[in-house]
T-cell receptor, first 112, second 112 residues
Framework: DSGVTQTPKHLITATGQRVTLRCSPR?????VYWYQQSLDQGLQFLIQ???????AKGNILERFSAQQFPDLHSELNLSSLELGDSALYFC???????????FGEGSWLTVV | GESVGLHLPTLSVQEGDNSIINCAYS??????FIWYKQESGKGPQFIID?????DKRQGQRVTVLLNKTVKHLSLQIAATQPGDSAVYFC???????????FGTGTRLTVIP
């Protein structure tokens, strides 16, 4: 158990809908990262927050957005969902930027 | 952009043999490297890390070797066990970067 908690674990939704994925980082970690992993693919970096502020942006679509709240938990919002958005979405956290990051178990999103 | 690649997408080894998983990186400014293990349906799990001021680091049954001259990283697993079957990712953190860049992964299969 990495200490990073993600909810929900599984989610099935229809195209065009909007979902929110939630992440609680490890205790004491200030930095939160979101990654997307499609079937048999590598980890695609989406976005990173540090202590509530956006620090880095990767290949995140405009339909996706994220935020980190004062209690350091983070949410990833996915809207106007398409079939191709079906993937595993991982949250990870680290004490500081650039240090070892620890992953949660992921949220499986299936868009039908 | 950064490119972290793997020489072999799949690797099969007999139980009890040693495994070597290779990784090439392209950013000579990277100063921190991590190996992760991902079992099916789970989040990537930290295995071992190494900083650029080191050539070798050992853990329990695992050793990471770093060759900065040719920008090559390897993970050695001693006495490979069925529980080692997973996808292994290398990741690099370029100096000043806010996130890790992952390779596409190598699938290790241990044959009993």
């Amino acid at each position: 158990d990495s200490g990073v908690t993600q909810t929900p674990k599984h989610l099935i939704t229809a195209t065009g809908q909007r979902v929110t994925l939630r992440c609680s980082p490890r205790s004491g970690d200030l930095s939160v990262y979101w990654y997307q992993q499609s079937l048999d693919q590598g980890l695609q970096f989406l976005i990173q927050y540090y202590n509530g502020e956006e620090r880095a942006k990767g290949n995140i679509l405009e339909r996706f957005s994220a935020q980190q709240f004062p209690d350091l938990h983070s949410e990833l919002n996915l809207s106007s969902l398409e079939l191709g958005d079906s993937a595993l979405y991982f949250c990870a956290s680290s004490v500081i930027t650039g240090n070892t990051i620890y992953f949660g178990e992921g949220s499986w999103l299936t868009v039908v | 952009g950064e490119s972290v690649g793997l020489h072999l997408p799949t690797l099969s080894v007999q139980e009890g043999d040693n495994s070597i998983i290779n990784c090439a990186y392209s950013n000579s400014a990277s100063d921190y490297f991590i190996w992760y293990k991902q079992e099916s349906g789970k989040g990537p799990q930290f295995i071992i890390d190494i900083r650029s001021n080191m050539d070798k680091r050992q853990g329990q049954r695992v050793t990471v070797l770093l060759n900065k001259t040719v920008k090559h990283l390897s993970l050695q697993i001693a006495a490979t066990q069925p529980g080692d079957s997973a996808v292994y990712f290398c990741a690099e953190n370029p100096t000043g970067a806010n996130n890790l860049f992952f390779g596409t992964g190598t699938r290790l299969t241990v044959i009993p």
